[in-house]
């Protein structure tokens, strides 16, 4: 268990509508409303109906059973030939933000991408935040970022089935592309 009693699971078809509200509200901006939601729930169904999705690693986190959170992570690529993950988007309903239940999500990520033998997982976040997971800028580890611009926002951890391999110009999955 986790923070609150929080259980971390394996997304099922049925919570895709949930999903999609998490990710609406947690990602609400003045600017986004029912009609023009934010950029992320539109990613997230490409994300889910693509090739790149993982069901393993497309958790949520539930509460007296109502998903709380929610994070995924995809398959992408360094140097356009070894597999990796590419993290996100992860949410967190906005009242239970700074309740532990993001650090479970990226935990249990890590935990199960470990157990999956993979080799490195990246994002586009805080540093102040997922640096207290091991996650240092991509270019510390020779993973460049695919927009040069994101600096030490582009982050990186290395796993424990990661070779020279990976390292290189990372890619994400093609549903990033078309943003």
């Known amino acids: 268990m986790y923070a609150l009693d ?8 049925g919570d895709r509508a949930a999903v999609d509200v998490l990710l609406a509200t947690a990602f609400a901006t003045p ?5 023009e939601p934010p950029i992320e729930v539109g990613l997230n169904t490409a994300l889910l109906d ?13 509460l007296d059973g109502e998903i709380v959170g929610y994070c995924i992570s995809t398959r992408g690529t360094v ?10 988007p992860i949410a967190v309903a906005p009242e239970r933000q700074r309740d532990g239940i993001g650090s479970a999500l990226v ?11 993979e080799g490195l997982l990246v994002l ?12 240092v800028a991509g270019s510390e580890l020779g993973v460049d970022s695919p927009e040069p611009a994101w600096g030490a926002y582009f982050q990186a951890l290395r796993l424990t089935n990661a070779g020279d391999e990976h390292r290189g ?4 999955a093609a ?4 943003l």
């Not at 929080?6 to 997304?11: D, E, G, K, L, S």
């Not at 693509?50 to 539930?62: C, F, G, K, Q, Y």
């Not at 110009?169 to 994400?172: G, I, L, M, P």
């Not at 549903?175 to 078309?178: D, G, I, M, N, V």
Request: charge should be negative; charged fraction near 15%; proline fraction near 7%.
């Open 79 to 88: 140097d356009a030939t070894t597999p990796v993950l590419g993290l996100g």
């Open 169 to 172: 110009a990372f890619r994400y």
């Open 50 to 62: 693509s090739d790149a999705m993982l069901p393993h690693l497309t958790l949520v986190a539930e």
């Open 175 to 178: 549903p990033f592309e078309a």
């Open 31 to 35: 600017a986004s409303s029912a009609a």
């Open 6 to 13: 929080v259980h971390i699971r394996a997304m099922q078809p």
């Open 107 to 117: 935990c249990e990520t890590i935990r199960m991408a470990e157990a999956h033998g």
């Open 124 to 135: 586009l976040g805080d540093p102040a935040y997922y640096g207290r997971f091991g996650f």
